[in-house]
Nanobody
Framework: QVQLVESGGGLVQAGGSLRLSCAASGRTFSILPMGWFRQAPGKEREFVAAITSSGTGTYYSYYTDSVKGRFTISRDNAKNTVYLQMNSLKPEDTAVYYC?????????????????WGQGTQVTVSS
């Protein structure tokens, strides 16, 4: 499995912003769809966002409804890094955020594609 290391979590006030980073190992990063999930205490892991691989430099991104318009996923293949820019944070965004890599090259079908996970980074949004 690809090795993933998240960073950038922390404590913020409601309405604030954070940018999460995920550094990935390996030479196949550029052809792997990547994503972010989150898990709040006592709740199931929830899909947050995904970004496709690309042979053209054009990427497609997907978001769960609760973060659309507030979060932006991006990737830098030269750095083997995926980002999650989180704006207008709400207390309900509080969770451990996990970076994820797809099990499949190039093509993306949905959240079930992801099979490699980082250890997570805590995001806490205060009222």
């Amino acid at each position: 499995q690809v090795q993933l290391v998240e960073s950038g979590g922390g404590l913020v006030q409601a309405g604030g912003s954070l940018r999460l980073s995920c550094a990935a190992s390996g030479r196949t990063f550029s052809i792997l769809p990547m994503g972010w999930f989150r898990q709040a205490p006592g709740k199931e892991r929830e899909f947050v966002a995904a970004i496709t691989s690309s042979g053209t430099g054009t990427y497609y991104s997907y978001y769960t409804d609760s973060v659309k318009g507030r979060f932006t996923i991006s990737r830098d293949n030269a750095k083997n890094t995926v980002y999650l820019q989180m704006n207008s944070l709400k207390p309900e965004d509080t969770a451990v955020y996990y970076c994820a890599a797809s099990r499949f090259n190039y093509y993306y079908k949905g959240p079930g594609d992801f099979g490699s996970w980082g250890q997570g980074t805590q995001v806490t949004v205060s009222s």
